[in-house]
């Protein structure tokens, strides 16, 4: 299965400001933050120095470390109680130097196995360690959607069944007049989007242009002007611009940025113990689909969250169902959630470039990885993964 997840990263070259939100009609805004949340400005880059796709190996090894450095967003507090991650059972030997061998050959940065209740393998590597963070990119559609859940929860969100229109107006009279956020969710509307990065004319390669033009209405702008190729609910595909969409749509439900809202809902109950990075739009809203960074140990803690059932931050099963195969990929075993994928064995987020958040529930499961592939996408680095996430699963 081939990951296509850079969310338009590109298009943050211009000046970015804050904005507020308002909550959806009849919906009573949302708590307030713990602690401030700050909005980051790097200094100004030539818009050439902000084309992720095109840095060389020896710039992204650096600069996914270090994106505060180049991009605007929003910080994070760490938690004021922080999850402990305490040693384990170290995994067998031979499974330990599989992992070993695969951080180097795959060039990953950092791998961590929780299992259990603990850490059963924690490696570094390009010069990381476990006190700096590291980019998500797409790994971040999997906390948009934690955060769609939180909002239905809360009660700012009725029900997945609601129409897009009802939280973004603006949508109204277009393609997405009749999508459900379910749909939307599950990437389904039937919407026609190109996600190709190789053509200059794509619907993802156009993110720039539209930010350039519409500014902090880029996002609506774009999506209002698609048009459909399929009934909502009857064609699956993967578009990058859909869940930055879906960010928007619960910003605008809940009257807060993603950050904020996810410093009550994600940051504060999963424990992190470092803060968190979350890149901003022109609107001052952050991005749905891409672009925050953590240290290895709270992508950790993220997927722990999930597997433990997001406490009573998500409705009841919440992740059971986010995490299910809403969409098949024929009878692979494949799938799609809520914005996380689905496999034969568990369900993950993915980015590109060899980002991972991999959950088990039915090992008591945790494996997160962060790296700097040399190519966006790799079948057989993921393949390479997921095999030894299956037999760490299969430890008696």
Same mark, same amino acid.
């Given at each position: 299965?081939?990951?296509?997840?850079?969310?338009?990263?590109?298009?943050?070259?211009?000046?970015?400001?804050?904005?507020?939100?308002?909550?959806?009609?009849?919906?009573?805004?949302?708590?307030?933050?713990?602690?401030?949340?700050?909005?980051?400005?790097?200094?100004?880059?030539?818009?050439?120095?902000?084309?992720?796709?095109?840095?060389?190996?020896?710039?992204?090894?650096?600069?996914?470390?270090?994106?505060?450095?180049?991009?605007?967003?929003?910080?994070?507090?760490?938690?004021?109680?922080?999850?402990?991650?305490?040693?384990?059972?170290?995994?067998?030997?031979?499974?330990?130097?599989?992992?070993?061998?695969?951080?180097?050959?795959?060039?990953?940065?950092?791998?961590?196995?929780?299992?259990?209740?603990?850490?059963?393998?924690?490696?570094?590597?390009?010069?990381?360690?476990?006190?700096?963070?590291?980019?998500?990119?797409? =790994?971040? &559609?999997?906390?948009?959607?934690? /955060? +769609? *859940?939180?909002? !239905?929860?809360?009660?700012?969100?009725? $029900? #997945?069944?609601?129409?897009?229109?009802?939280?973004?107006?603006?949508?109204?009279?277009?393609?997405?007049?009749?999508?459900?956020?379910?749909?939307?969710?599950?990437?389904?509307?039937?919407?026609?989007?190109?996600?190709?990065?190789?053509?200059?004319?794509?619907?993802?390669?156009?993110?720039?242009?539209?930010?350039?033009?519409?500014?902090?209405?880029?996002?609506?702008?774009?999506?209002?002007?698609?048009?459909?190729?399929?009934?909502?609910?009857?064609?699956? =595909?993967? &578009?990058?611009?859909?869940?930055? /969409? +879906? *960010?928007?749509? !619960?910003?605008?439900?809940?009257?807060? $940025? #993603?950050?904020?809202?996810?410093?009550?809902?994600?940051?504060?109950?999963?424990?992190?113990?470092?803060?968190?990075?979350?890149?901003?739009?022109?609107?001052?809203?952050?991005?749905?689909?891409?672009?925050?960074?953590?240290?290895?140990?709270?992508?950790?803690?993220?997927?722990?969250?999930?597997?433990?059932?997001?406490?009573?931050?998500?409705?009841?099963?919440?992740?059971?169902?986010?995490?299910?195969?809403?969409?098949?990929?024929?009878?692979?075993?494949?799938?799609?959630?809520?914005?996380?994928?689905?496999?034969?064995?568990?369900?993950?987020?993915?980015?590109?470039?060899?980002?991972?958040?991999?959950?088990?529930?039915?090992?008591?499961?945790?494996?997160?990885?962060?790296?700097?592939?040399?190519?966006?996408?790799?079948?057989?680095?993921?393949?390479?993964?997921?095999?030894?996430?299956?037999?760490?699963?299969?430890?008696?």
């Amino acid at each position: 299965m081939r990951i296509t997840g850079f969310a338009g990263v590109t298009a943050l070259a211009l000046a970015l400001s804050a904005c507020s939100f308002g909550a959806a009609e009849g919906v009573e805004t949302a708590p307030i933050a713990l602690a401030p949340v700050e909005l980051t400005q790097p200094p100004t880059r030539a818009p050439s120095d902000l084309q992720v796709l095109f840095w060389n190996d020896e710039q992204r090894t650096a600069r996914f470390r270090e994106m505060e450095d180049w991009f605007a967003g929003h910080e994070v507090p760490a938690a004021s109680s922080i999850r402990a991650l305490v040693d384990g059972t170290p995994l067998p030997p031979e499974i330990d130097a599989e992992i070993g061998a695969a951080l180097i050959q795959t060039n990953a940065a950092g791998v961590m196995v929780w299992q259990d209740g603990a850490v059963r393998f924690e490696g570094y590597a390009l010069g990381f360690g476990p006190e700096q963070r590291w980019t998500s990119f797409s =790994v971040a &559609k999997s906390f948009t959607s934690t /955060l +769609l *859940g939180a909002a !239905v929860k809360d009660g700012f969100i009725a $029900s #997945l069944d609601d129409p897009v229109t009802r939280y973004v107006p603006g949508l109204e009279g277009s393609a997405y007049e009749n999508v459900t956020v379910r749909q939307l969710a599950t990437m389904t509307s039937g919407v026609a989007w190109n996600e190709d990065y190789t053509d200059p004319d794509s619907d993802v390669a156009q993110l720039n242009r539209f930010v350039v033009e519409y500014g902090p209405d880029a996002i609506v702008a774009q999506m209002s002007a698609l048009e459909r190729e399929a009934e909502p609910g009857e064609k699956w =595909v993967y &578009k990058t611009g859909e869940t930055n /969409l +879906l *960010g928007l749509l !619960v910003e605008n439900a809940v009257g807060l $940025s #993603l950050a904020e809202y996810a410093q009550e809902k994600i940051v504060e109950p999963a424990g992190f113990a470092g803060p968190m990075f979350w890149m901003v739009d022109p609107r001052g809203g952050n991005i749905g689909g891409c672009c925050l960074s953590l240290t290895l140990a709270d992508y950790t803690r993220m997927g722990v969250f999930a597997l433990e059932g997001g406490g009573d931050v998500v409705p009841e099963g919440w992740f059971a169902q986010a995490g299910a195969s809403q969409v098949d990929f024929g009878d692979s075993g494949f799938g799609y959630g809520y914005q996380w994928w689905t496999y034969p064995t568990g369900y993950g987020a993915q980015g590109i470039f060899g980002q991972a958040i991999t959950i088990v529930p039915e090992a008591n499961l945790v494996v997160a990885i962060v790296s700097n592939w040399p190519t966006a996408t790799s079948s057989g680095n993921r393949d390479r993964w997921r095999d030894i996430v299956g037999k760490i699963a299969q430890i008696d």
